[in-house]
């Protein structure tokens, strides 16, 4: 897939520790070889904390930004996507206490309680579409 000047994207990290994890972003520029400039929303650089980070990606690595998904709640075991550490993480439900759903990242082996705010609908990039995982009984 093509991408263009001002288009918002996400860019899935390959560092150790990070990896599996998607930073949304605005391309700022095009290169040959399905390159690009991503300026980051959320990622500054290391010299200068007020400086948006901009990094050279490969096409294989973007996919456009997902389309907002409402949701009213989320089922056990549902897969959603929290925002930590300035980026979108893939995990499963596993509980919910109070106003805090409980998020397991199987990759890592962590548990953590995120506020539904800081949680979306996961959503898949296949085949240039949007795929949705099969919905459960929210509780």
Not at 62 to 87: I, T
Request: hydrophobic share 40%; glycine share 10%; net charge negative.
């Amino acid at each position: 897939m093509a991408f263009f000047w001002g288009d918002e994207v996400e860019v899935c990290s390959k560092l150790d520790g990070f990896v599996g994890s998607h930073y949304a972003g605005t391309v700022v520029a095009e290169y040959r070889h399905k390159t690009y400039a991503v300026r980051y929303k959320t990622l500054v650089t290391e010299d200068d904390e007020c400086r948006p980070l901009v990094e050279v990606v490969g096409e294989d690595e973007m996919r456009p930004e997902p389309p907002k998904v409402l949701a009213s709640g989320f089922a056990l075991f549902e897969e959603v996507d929290a925002f930590d550490n300035d980026g979108w993480w893939v995990g499963k439900i596993t509980g919910r206490k109070g106003s805090n759903y409980y998020v397991l990242f199987d990759k890592y082996g962590e548990e953590i309680a995120y506020p539904f705010s800081q949680l979306r609908a996961h959503l898949e990039w296949v085949g240039g579409k949007w795929v949705s995982p099969k919905k459960r009984v929210v509780f």
